[in-house]
């Protein structure tokens, strides 16, 4: 059941402290721009105030040194303002962000309202999963392991390592990390237990692409030479990043690409040196590091094995796009999405639609930006594992199915892919 709170006033300010107690709870402190006292806010769902979706938003715009406005009113719980010092407030209406928070840098937030005398350092365990308990002061600080800073500085309960120490001690817990990322991480529907570096992750894919599309991209090189268009390429690379699948599509195996990337990235020398040297590994089968200094190799890596340079169109994938370059749509065989981001449902419906081949990779799955993307089975679309499912629950018409397969490498490395039947 909904319950309005009545507006009392309506305050503007700076976000000096966040807590969220539990999911359908949260409060902030605020400091208004008028100087006037700082007061606490509560929003919550539990009492029917807030809907999930206006809590996430609120918590959202609540973010630490923001200056926001909001409209206020009494709590509906009295008992909240019991025994404060200061005045405490509830709010069910929007938050407006005045001036966001942009800073790389965490904002380091207030101590609690009302606590005056800093907390002195008291020794504290904790317990891990194996029901072994430990004392803070035993253990690194994972912030200051991970960022070389704790914002809790003197006060930390845990180790602040220095010099070798902390050398020591970053190894160790990247390591930790690592192991328990792959823990995290398991799957045993993956053929691959043992895999291969996430830096080699475009040239995987290609590798992949080559040998599932064969069929696709050869009648495509075909048409392309044919092809008197002014605008033609045979794989869309969509989020292509600096392009070193087209890259390594061009140079290495003679396939014209185009890559679609809004963003312009500088491709030094050694970005050209390091794709060269990782051809060289895949042409001779050898994923171990050669002499890269031997005098053949030198003279192999002067040149590459065909001469096609990618075509790069700094621009996102939209409709616009689709209308700005319709012979460069309808003249390819492919579209491809490694990671791509925001890019990789509109690569799938747009191939769908002009039914060509596609092939994604999916990670970020920006849900927040997407909400009325659901399952069949009405769950939102909110993992990297749903939003695979939603690409499979996508209506081909009869021209066959949306299939899934792993790709060898690190990190996430399910390919959903569509190969339409008219051939
Ligand atoms: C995680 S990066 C991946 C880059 C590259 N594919 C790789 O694997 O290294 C995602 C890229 O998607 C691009 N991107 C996001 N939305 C896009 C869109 N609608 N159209 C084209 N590119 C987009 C971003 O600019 C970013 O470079």
Redesign the pocket.
Known sequence: MSMDIKTVCTITGQVRRRRKLCKFLFFVEIQPTDNSPNSQIFFRSDDGSLDDFSFQESLRACRPGQVIQVQVGEPHNPTEQQGKSYKVWQSNKPVSIIVPYTDREAFLQDPPLGSTIPKKKVEKNIELSNGVKLSKSSLVCKYWVNKNTCERGELCLFQHPVDEQFEQARIQWLEEREKNRKIATYNPDDPHQSKKPHGL??IIFVEWVRKTFAKELEKGVHNYNESNASEKSVVLD?????G??SYVLGRGFGIPSTV????KRKLPNYWFTRLRRLMYRFETGTMEQPDWKSKEIQVDLMTWPCNVTPTYLHT???DQFLLDHAELVSSVSLFI???????TI?IVETALKAGKAFAVVP?CVFSHDNRTRQLKSGELVTTTEQQIQYICEKDTQGRGTIKTAYLDFEGKNVVVYWIPNLF
């Not at 679609?260 to 963003?263: I, L, Q, S, T």
């Open positions: 992750r475009a969509v989020a292509g990043g600096k070193e699948i679609v990337e809004p963003v996102l994938l939209d999405g490694l990671h791509a981001d925001q890019a509109p990670c």
